[in-house]
């Protein structure tokens, strides 16, 4: 009886925790608006994303379109589980860390190319899942890849993951010629709409400048803002310490499970050293990297019940409040 009335066990099997994440996050959102109401999304200096966001995406609505995609975004996270069974049990605790994490990053409360490159990119999870061990893996492959071209046009530094979902398929059983070709295809599928419009409107160098963006490296150095560098340690602890329970108890999970979080390990490295290597990306790259972190976050929360896991529940917990009060007043 004793086990079962640890905070973490009482909060992560309790029905009200998502209502209370999100409950919690707009309140964030309100007091970050109330707080900080001149903050403005960084410039991109890609020319592509900003003539589409100065077109479709009014100054006055980038909050709420923000808040709305992270809302979409929470609830597929519940979806990809329910298909897949990533968490056995409590499917909308990922969401729930989902929420709270974007919420104590006012930065990024407001509409980047990333966060819409986050929405393909996460359909593009969902194909490549559904691609396990398939008798006939190309159409789901080729889907895959569809969303990564779909998301690299806004913000095409995303291209540089496709050799990790290719390795992702590999260890899923679902990459050979035919669907490694089907891919390839798929990922220019976007890019031949893109060149349609870019002669038929006159304007040939739209073509070229998702390519061009690829080459644009700046210089590699740690050049990170004080709330960026408190957000990615914060995310740095969480990821380890999950993966590190991944990888000593995957036993426990069946050989399909295990190969989806070792995909998410392996994604969510990736994308720490990518923001590492750019650190003017981090702003985008951070959307990316919540996404594998809530799923191996409430997969080691919900998964574990001991009194060291409900202590490092409740640090991670506090350290949510004191990481927003840290980003608010650097901001400020």
């Known amino acids: 009886m004793y086990r079962t009335k640890r905070l973490q066990t009482r909060i992560t099997a309790g029905r009200l925790t998502l209502p209370a994440a999100i409950l919690i996050s707009v309140t964030c959102w309100i007091l970050t608006a109330i707080l900080l109401p001149g903050m403005e999304a960084q410039k991109t200096g890609y020319p592509l994303w900003e003539t589409f966001s100065s077109i479709?995406?009014?100054?006055?609505?980038?909050?709420?379109?923000?808040?709305?995609?992270?809302?979409?975004?929470?609830y597929f996270l519940i979806e990809l589980n329910n298909t897949f069974g990533i968490i056995r049990m409590r499917a909308s605790v990922q969401t729930a860390v989902y929420f709270l994490l974007i919420s104590v990053c006012p930065s990024i409360h407001m509409l980047y190319a990333g966060d819409l490159a986050t929405a393909a990119f996460l359909i593009a999870l969902f194909f490549l899942f559904k691609s396990y061990q398939h008798a006939s893996p190309t159409s789901y492959l080729f889907h895959t890849f569809v969303f990564i071209g779909v998301g690299s046009i806004l913000f095409p530094q995303l291209t540089f993951f496709a050799p990790v979902f290719w390795i992702g398929a590999y260890n899923f059983q679902s990459l050979n010629l035919k669907s490694f070709l089907a891919s390839l295809i798929g990922w220019s599928v976007p890019y031949w709409f893109l060149s349609g419009y870019a002669y038929l409107s006159g304007q040939t160098d739209i073509f070229y400048q998702p390519f061009?963006?690829?080459?644009?490296?700046?210089?590699?150095?740690?050049?990170?803002?004080?709330?960026?560098?408190?957000?990615?340690?914060?995310?740095?602890?969480?990821?380890?310490?999950?993966?590190?329970?991944?990888?000593?108890?995957?036993?426990?999970?069946?050989?399909?499970?295990?190969?989806?979080?070792?995909?998410?390990?392996?994604?969510?490295?990736?994308?720490?050293?990518?923001?590492?290597?750019?650190?003017?990306?981090?702003?985008?790259?951070?959307?990316?990297?919540?996404?594998?972190?809530?799923?191996?976050?409430?997969?080691?929360?919900?998964?574990?019940?001991?009194?060291?896991?409900?202590?490092?529940?409740?640090?991670?917990f506090v350290g949510l409040f004191l990481l927003f009060g840290f980003n608010i007043w650097t901001l400020k």
């Open 56 to 74: 479709c995406i009014p100054g006055w609505s980038c909050r709420f379109l923000s808040f709305i995609l992270y809302g979409i975004i929470g």
């Open 212 to 316: 061009r963006e690829l080459a644009n490296f700046t210089p590699i150095r740690p050049d990170f803002l004080p709330w960026e560098m408190a957000t990615i340690g914060y995310l740095l602890v969480l990821f380890l310490v999950s993966s590190i329970h991944c990888l000593i108890t995957g036993y426990e999970d069946k050989i399909r499970t295990r190969s989806y979080l070792n995909f998410l390990i392996l994604l969510d490295f990736c994308i720490f050293v990518y923001i590492g290597l750019q650190s003017a990306l981090s702003v985008h790259l951070l959307s990316f990297l919540f996404i594998g972190v809530s799923i191996l976050a409430g997969h080691l929360f919900v998964l574990t019940n001991s009194r060291s896991s409900n202590l490092f529940f409740i640090c991670t």
